[in-house]
Structures are given as structure tokens and as C-alpha cells.
């Protein structure tokens, strides 16, 4: 048994998110199209004494470090299954912006699974561990894949999408975090009343993807969380005028936010998109990144 195990793992962007209407058990069905960007976190799986948790990084204060943080939950589930003392210590290196629509807790989740299945030995197959992902949260198993995939159900229910190219991103990473279950309350709100379609993929932007042209994505992106964060976080629509104007082809919020994603053409225009917005003073931090990203790998041993 080795005595450490790194993984890393990437943030995501939701390139289009159709939301229906709320289920009997408060989740929403989701046509959720996922597409990994290289922002990593990475976990650092040690055999301790007891399950701990630590996290670095310019946000690490915001991160818990109790068992509501995803990356304990994993080890805690893996252990369970197999019957292993949970004595791990998991150290998060953390990049992904917290509380983003980034899915940054998702992706520890992730990765101290990936990280823990290695240090114990315990040889679970990819769909044991995807599993065990779609019971952490409705984003963690996407994080296991990364690339892109169609997340339908809840968003676990994952099918591959075919990528034909490189697509250039920036993030602007806002003050403050938002939460997913009032953002999607907050949408449950502005569509009380009014008939909400299924959600469905777009061809659009399906074809988009496939052929990797960044104007046909830019025309196809969607997300229908993107009036209720709006709607609780009015500042959010400075920073997307800010980062059009700034030159990037379409802008849109991260998941459920705050995070704003602005797809730009290429690597100069993204540098200089992510000073104007830093400029604009509408954000925290620019991040720039690239998409497709691998899922979560084990980096080191
Ligand atoms: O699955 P996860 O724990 O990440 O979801 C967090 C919250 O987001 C849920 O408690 C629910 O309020 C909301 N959610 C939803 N429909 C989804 C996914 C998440 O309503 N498909």
C-alpha cells in the first residue's frame, strides 16, 4: 500500500442547463450539459488516525472541514461499502473557485474517492464508483468523467459528448458564494404559475460542441438558472456587460452561480477579456481556462 495518493480534478461549465419543473422529491429534472474546464482542485489521500480533512489555497477559509465537505463524504461512503476504517487524511489544494457553480465541492468528492479507491486497494469498478458519485450529489459524477456529457435525470445520469476542438474560456469569480438550493428555489419562484417545458439538449449546440466552432457555441449557450441568480444577484449583469464588451462572443452564469463564464475565441483575447473585467471592477478574480478537461486522474503515488 502506497503512502499517498494525489488526484486531480477539474471545475466544469455548464454550456447549456435546461431545468423542468420541480419533482415530488424537490430536485428538478435536468437536460444538463456538462463541459470540464482546466481549473483543478487536487486531493492528497494519507493514512492517519482518524478521517480529517484540510484544504489550502487563497480560499481554503471558506471550504468546511466537517463531514459536510464532499471529499469526507466519499471516503466516508467508499469505507462503508467496503468495510474499511475511514483513517484517511485528505488534503485539498484547492483552485476552483468555492461556492461558484463551478462545481469545486463536487470535484473533491471526486477526487477522495478516486484518491481513497487507491490507497486502499479497494479495486472498485467505474460504475461502483460513479455510483457512489450520483449518492454524493447530482454534479459529482460528471466530475469523475470530465470531458463533456449530457446529465439528464437529476444531472447523474451521464451520456458522452463528442468535443471537435479547444474552447477558450474566462471565469470571473465574484464576491460571496450563492446556493444551489436557493437558486433553484428562486426558480421555482419566477416560473410559478407557467407551464415548464421539459428539458431537453439543443441540437444547436450539440453540433456546436461536436464541431468545435466557438461562434456556433456562443449562439447555442443557455442556462435557465440564470434569471434567479440574476434575480438574487442583480451585480451579476455588470459583469456580463462587462466581459462583452470586453470582446468575449457570448457570456453566461456558471451553473447556479455567481461565477460568470465568458467563451472568448482564443488565448489573447482571453487575457485580455479577464484584465478588462478585473478593470471593471465587477469581480473578485478573472480566471482564464480551456475546455474539454480529463475527469479525475491520479497525478501522483
Ligand atoms: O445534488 P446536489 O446535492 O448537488 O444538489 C444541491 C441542491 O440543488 C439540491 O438540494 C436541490 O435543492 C438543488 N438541485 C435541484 N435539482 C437538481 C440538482 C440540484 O433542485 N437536478
Redesign the pocket.
Known amino acids: 500500500m502506497s503512502a499517498a495518493v494525489t488526484v486531480r480534478v477539474p471545475a466544469k461549465v455548464n454550456v447549456q442547463l435546461a431545468?423542468g419543473a420541480?419533482?415530488p422529491d424537490?430536485?428538478?429534472?435536468?437536460a444538463?450539459v456538462f463541459l470540464a474546464v482546466g481549473l483543478y482542485d487536487e486531493v492528497t489521500a494519507t493514512p492517519a488516525d482518524a478521517l480529517r480533512v484540510t484544504c489550502s489555497g487563497p480560499d481554503a477559509a471558506q471550504v468546511p472541514l466537517d463531514t459536510t465537505n464532499l471529499a469526507a463524504r466519499a471516503a466516508l461512503a467508499l469505507a462503508e461499502r467496503y468495510g474499511v476504517d475511514p483513517a484517511v487524511h485528505l488534503h485539498i489544494a484547492k483552485d476552483i473557485p468555492v461556492a461558484g457553480g463551478m462545481a469545486g465541492?463536487?470535484a473533491d468528492g471526486a477526487a477522495a474517492l478516486v484518491a481513497c479507491d487507491a490507497l486502499w486497494g479497494t479495486g472498485a469498478s467505474r460504475d461502483e464508483l460513479l455510483a457512489i458519485c450520483a449518492e454524493?450529489?447530482?454534479?459529482?459524477p460528471f466530475s469523475l468523467v470530465g470531458g463533456a456529457a449530457l446529465g439528464t435525470?437529476?444531472?447523474?445520469k451521464l451520456t458522452p459528448i463528442e468535443v471537435g476542438g479547444v474552447f477558450h474560456w474566462v471565469f470571473a469569480v465574484a464576491d460571496g458564494g450563492l446556493s444551489?438550493?436557493a437558486?433553484?428555489?428562486e426558480?421555482d419562484r419566477l416560473t410559478a404559475g407557467t407551464e415548464v417545458p421539459e428539458p431537453a439538449a439543443s441540437p444547436a449546440l450539440l453540433a456546436a460542441l461536436r464541431s468545435g466552432d466557438p461562434d456556433a457555441l456562443a449562439a447555442a449557450l443557455g442556462n435557465d438558472l440564470q434569471p434567479a441568480a440574476l434575480s438574487l444577484r442583480p451585480s451579476l449583469a455588470d459583469t456580463l456587460a462587462a466581459g462583452t464588451a470586453a470582446g468575449a462572443l457570448a457570456a453566461l452564469v456558471s451553473g447556479?452561480g455567481p461565477t460568470t463564464a465568458f467563451l472568448v475565441p482564443d488565448e489573447e483575447t482571453a487575457r485580455k477579456t479577464a484584465d478588462a473585467l478585473l478593470a471593471s471592477g465587477t469581480c473578485r478574480d478573472a480566471r482564464v481556462a480551456v475546455s474539454p478537461a480529463p475527469g479525475a486522474t491520479v497525478a501522483g503515488r
Open positions: 431545468v420541480a419533482r424537490g430536485f428538478h429534472d435536468l444538463n465541492g463536487s454524493l450529489g447530482s454534479d459529482v435525470g437529476r444531472g447523474e444551489t438550493p437558486v433553484y428555489g426558480f447556479s
